[in-house]
């Protein structure tokens, strides 16, 4: 347990999938009498001004609901006559590694305990059809203490669209933090160019030089910097070397234009910066292998952003932004096209992480005969060659 601006789970690290610059959303809460249950999805920490009176009473920033009266909650499974809850959308479908309930300045109305459940529902489901579906509980129902950030890791690598927070018998919370992996439906993708650094599509900075003032995460985040912080920044570097972020790409692809934004940063952007790359899908390790070049050392403005056209040609799973010396960017964006392989991988790992029903459903209305599809589905994970080749021939027609 930890305060709610100061996370220390390692899944912190990784995106959080109900994020509402993703496009998370509440789409279904059975009470938020008190203060709403969107609150729940606010990106900055939860903020608390004493003696605030509405007329519902002291204003909470968070998910509160009312007092029951009359109910027992000590039954062991959940009904929803025993306590509340709230469905969410995630912003993007993935696998949940861990989640945060943060009762963050609820001291004397916080639940007594909470649980949390995940579903996958695709298309857009009505709060109706959520209702109606198979939910797997990744966190189980555990006491909760007031004004605490509580940490669950979790283990289930299912892929999931939706959870549900249940809090027992009633009371408040301030945050839901959902992080994972992202894991984007590669039907949705395929022949399409797109950010290959995006969050939203599976981007993710797995590793920086620096990260003092401000989150590498930032640079491959939703939308533009309003502000500098909202970008990546460094301390100032009195040594020879210079400062990097490493981006490990949505899949293999080839990149074929990059935006190089220093929107916001006036008197600290870098002076340069220049582009590598690597390709992981041989087997090699980007800590060991050779990286290539995709943009030579370039000059950099102030408050800019800056656009090139790359020569396309050789793949990459990996790229690495190089500024030097030192200093902040607002976003990087690296626009390009799965090749044959990067597609190929991300709908293995996809149709890995599928419930079993859906995993059958997707090949199915591929074309495949119900028969193959429940035995390509029983014998996931597909890691052998010709398991993997058909799955993928399948799903995309080849």
Not at 340 to 369: I, K
């Amino acid at each position: 347990m930890t305060t709610a601006d100061t996370p220390s789970a390692p899944f912190a690290e990784l995106v959080n999938l109900a994020s509402r610059l993703l496009g998370a959303g509440v789409v279904a809460t059975n009470e938020d009498t008190f203060a709403d249950a969107e609150n729940l999805l606010v990106a900055k920490p939860a903020e608390f001004r004493p003696h605030t009176f509405g007329h519902k009473g002291q204003i909470m920033d968070g998910w509160e609901s009312k007092r029951r009266r009359g109910v027992s909650a000590e039954q062991p499974h959940p009904t929803d006559e025993d306590h509340d809850w709230t469905i969410v959308r995630l912003g993007v479908a993935g696998v949940v590694h861990g989640v945060i309930v943060d009762t963050a300045h609820f001291t004397g109305n916080y639940p007594e305990s909470a649980s949390v459940e995940a579903a996958s529902v695709p298309g857009h489901p009505s709060p109706e059809e959520l209702r109606g579906a198979e939910w797997t509980t990744i966190v189980p129902r555990t006491a909760l203490s007031g004004d605490t950030a509580h940490e669950f890791a979790v283990a289930d690598g299912t892929r999931c669209t939706h959870v549900r927070l249940n809090i027992f018998p009633d009371g408040g919370v301030a945050r839901l933090r959902v992080h994972g992996e992202v894991l984007p439906d590669p039907r949705e993708l395929d022949g399409l160019t797109f950010d290959l650094a995006a969050q939203e599509y599976g981007g993710v900075a797995e590793a920086a030089s620096d990260r003092y003032f401000s989150s590498p995460h930032n640079l491959n985040a939703p939308g533009r910097a309003s502000v500098m912080g909202d970008g990546w920044e460094t301390r100032r570097r009195r040594d020879k070397a210079n400062d990097w972020v490493q981006i490990a790409l949505a899949g293999g692809g080839e990149v074929l234009a990059a935006e190089v934004d220093t929107s916001c940063f006036v008197a600290n952007a870098p002076g340069w910066a220049d582009l590598i790359g690597f390709d992981a899908s041989t087997g090699a390790d980007p800590a060991d292998g050779d990286w290539f070049e995709l943009l030579p050392r370039t000059r950099l403005q102030p408050d800019t952003r800056h656009r090139f056209r790359l020569d396309a040609g050789r793949p990459v799973t990996h790229v690495r932004i190089n500024v030097h010396p030192d200093g902040g960017l607002a976003r990087l964006r690296l626009t390009g096209r799965l090749t044959g392989a990067g597609r190929a991988a991300l709908a293995l790992r996809w149709f890995n992480a599928l419930p079993a029903a859906e995993a059958v459903a997707a090949l199915t209305g591929a074309g495949a005969a119900a028969q193959e599809a429940a035995a390509l589905t029983a014998a996931r994970p597909a890691a052998d060659p010709v398991t993997a080749a058909t799955v993928v021939r399948i799903l995309f027609g080849g």
